[in-house]
């Protein structure tokens, strides 16, 4: 094993294990978090806050499909010509 | 042949790959238990469904940060640079000139180095969507952090954007599987990740930039 391969397996097995102890000591200890708890007066506006981003995200999600679709279609095109190419 | 990816790249790969096809099984199974209740039923219900998306969670990030100091020691000791994996002004003219040539309104083309401008792209897209899922994600298993700064009602917008980054993720799987392990002339398989080693032959025809660097290091 390379010293690069160990540095690296020293690090972030370290930075993962701290980060997850500080993590782990922020947990308060009453019951978990949970959503029962909104409060009803400012529901619309909550609501309204998290379909904008939902929204937002659902057409960054179309955007990216089209474009992974037209990627897979230009590698198609050039596939078939290289073929043709090597067919002459 | 020709070394391509080193052990620990195979091995940041395989359990890179591991921990987010868990990710989506488990993942997907939460989020739409109206319709995949069976796939958590399979794997033990969801208290443990939930355990093992968390347990994945883990490992990713290890694999991410095993990653990241990976690509630090090589920068520091001059074995690769910036430009060789992250996207930049060259590949925004090579994706140009690969669209031109596809549609046959350029005679030849580009040539690539050691990763062309559509590995690079994807890479510097998978870095964005770790990072965004590693921070949101915490803040979804860690709500607390946060609680204190922002109100309650912002991890129903980071909950949106950690599922609709998902569904973006496994279309990128999907067709980064595609373009690199199953692709037709790869039939039936691309077996480079695997064996780390790649032909000379497919170097010079597909990596040419970087053949000739290899050919005037040796010389």
Redesign the interface.
């Known amino acids: 094993?390379?010293s690069?391969?160990v540095?690296?397996?020293l690090?972030?097995?370290t930075?993962?294990f701290l980060?997850?102890y500080k993590?782990?000591s922020?947990?308060?200890e009453e019951a978990p978090?949970t959503?029962t708890?909104?409060p009803h007066t400012?529901y619309p506006e909550?609501m309204n806050?998290?379909s904008v981003?939902?929204i937002l995200?659902?057409i960054?999600?179309a955007l990216?499909?089209l474009v992974?679709l037209f990627?897979?279609l230009?590698?198609q095109?050039?596939?078939s010509?290289?073929e043709e190419e090597m067919q002459k | 042949m020709i070394i391509r990816f080193s052990k620990s790249q195979r091995f940041a790969h395989f359990v890179g790959a591991l921990s987010i096809m868990l990710l989506f099984l488990t993942g997907l199974s939460i989020t739409f238990s109206e319709y995949l209740r069976w796939l958590a039923m399979i794997m033990g219900g969801y208290r443990i469904t939930m355990v093992i998306h968390r347990i994945a969670a883990i490992a990713l990030i290890f694999v991410s940060i095993y990653l990241l100091t990976d690509y630090i020691i090589s920068l520091a000791r001059r074995e690769t640079r910036i430009g060789d994996i992250l996207f930049n002004y060259k590949d925004i003219a090579d994706f140009l000139d690969e669209v031109a040539y596809a549609l046959r309104m350029s005679p030849e083309e580009p040539k690539f180095s050691k990763y062309n401008w559509l590995m690079k792209a994807s890479l510097s897209f998978v870095i964005l969507e770790i990072f965004v899922f590693i921070v949101t994600g915490l803040i979804l298993w860690f709500p607390w952090i946060i609680l204190d700064h922002f109100p309650r009602h912002y991890l129903l917008a980071i909950a949106s954007i950690h599922r609709n980054l998902a569904i973006m993720s496994m279309i990128h799987v999907i067709s980064h599987s595609f373009g690199n392990h199953f692709h037709p002339k790869e039939f039936p398989l691309n077996k480079v990740i695997f064996t780390g080693k790649i032909s000379e032959e497919k170097v010079k025809e597909e990596f040419t930039l970087w053949y000739e660097e290899l050919k005037g290091e040796k010389q």
């Open positions: 094993m390379s690069k391969a540095i690296s397996g690090v972030s097995g930075v993962t980060l997850f993590l782990f922020l947990v308060p978090l959503f708890g909104l400012k909550i806050f998290s981003v939902n995200m659902t960054i999600l990216f499909f992974a990627l897979v230009i590698d095109l050039k596939f010509r290289i």
